[in-house]
């Protein structure tokens, strides 16, 4: 079974003020590439979605061997990029969803993710009693991903199809942690 990575990274960043994709972390990546350099380290394929007028990052990516997808329903929200990028998804029986402003996932994450997917369920890590970020989507769940829209993402596929659901125990904090603001940088 195939599975990717389907990085969602076409976000406004209202709260942050500026392009957080391209922030500084603590030890000096930008918050994409740590991202970035977390999935690839996983050895999963990975497709990046990112808004239309974001060629300088689609070029830079580019350079570095990602593929990436401009997303013109970027502007509904999350909904919208996922659902253009599940459109794009080159062949994959599953995929993870990944936050780019999630840049501590570990890879181990990623592969636990990726090793327990299936076609007909979805997958969502938990630490700690909490579920978590990266969720992971078999390919049945594809249509209905396709059809979504504004700024909720698939949340609501959580409940409708509670019992295909698999919560996964990882020992990552890191599937709780995001950047909001400038302070989530450190």
């Not at 990717?4 to 391209?22: E, N, P, S, V």
């Not at 509904?76 to 998804?89: F, P, Q, R, Y």
């Not at 997958?123 to 049945?140: A, I, K, L, Q």
């Amino acid at each position: 079974m195939t599975v990717g990575i389907l990085i969602l990274a076409a976000g406004r960043a209202t709260r942050f003020g500026a392009d957080k994709r391209l922030a500084r972390l603590a030890g000096g990546r930008s918050v994409i590439q740590a991202m970035l350099d977390q999935v690839r380290a996983s050895g999963l394929p990975c497709l990046v979605c990112l808004g239309v007028n974001d060629t300088d990052l689609a070029d830079r990516l580019g350079a570095e061997s990602v593929r990436c997808i401009h997303c013109s329903r970027a502007a509904e929200g999350m909904g919208g990029t996922l659902a253009e990028g599940i459109g794009h998804i080159p062949g994959w029986d599953g995929a993870i969803i990944a936050l780019a402003d999630m840049p501590w996932v570990s890879p181990a994450t990623y592969l636990k993710v990726a090793a327990r997917l299936s076609t007909t369920d979805i997958c969502v890590p938990v630490h700690g009693g909490r579920r978590g970020h990266p969720v992971g989507f078999g390919s049945d769940f594809y249509p209905e991903l396709k059809s979504l829209g504004g700024e909720t993402g698939a949340r609501h596929l959580l409940s409708k199809y509670a019992r295909q659901v698999i919560v996964l125990p990882v020992d990552d904090v890191a599937i709780h942690r995001d950047i909001d603001v400038p302070a989530d940088l450190q």
